[in-house]
Nanobody
Framework: QVQLVESGGGLVQAGGSLRLSCAASGRTFSAYAMNWFRQAPGKEREFVAAISWSVGSTYCADPVKGRFTISRDNAKNMVYLQMNSLKPEDSADYYC???????????????????WGKGTLVTVSS
């Protein structure tokens, strides 16, 4: 089993940067692909980025491509989301999720996420 705890959210001005972290418990962290999702008030949860088990491959959703970067450190059981050039529409609760599924051809199905964190809030002011 894997427990996930996100941190690093906060208030930032448009154009600024934030780095989100997700700490994972459990010795099998490296066996999971890791994902970031976000959910704004009144909207459905949407995929942001994913990274494969061996850090060899990453995939980002079109709205954040070129601005956000996902990375992981298997030795520390950590996954990160570096967010640059933030926009007000990036404001949302950001969630870390672990899955046995990874693809770089499109967003993964939400129902295939096995473990979820409780989220960290990102607010981007204009």
């Amino acid at each position: 089993q894997v427990q996930l705890v996100e941190s690093g959210g906060g208030l930032v001005q448009a154009g600024g940067s934030l780095r989100l972290s997700c700490a994972a418990s459990g010795r099998t962290f490296s066996a999971y692909a890791m994902n970031w999702f976000r959910q704004a008030p009144g909207k459905e949860r949407e995929f942001v980025a994913a990274i494969s088990w061996s850090v060899g491959s990453t995939y980002c959703a079109d709205p954040v491509k070129g601005r956000f970067t996902i990375s992981r450190d298997n030795a520390k059981n950590m996954v990160y989301l570096q967010m640059n050039s933030l926009k007000p529409e990036d404001s949302a609760d950001y969630y870390c999720a672990a899955s046995n599924y990874y693809t770089n051809s499109g967003p993964p199905p939400t129902h295939l996420m096995e473990y979820w964190g409780k989220g960290t809030l990102v607010t981007v002011s204009s």
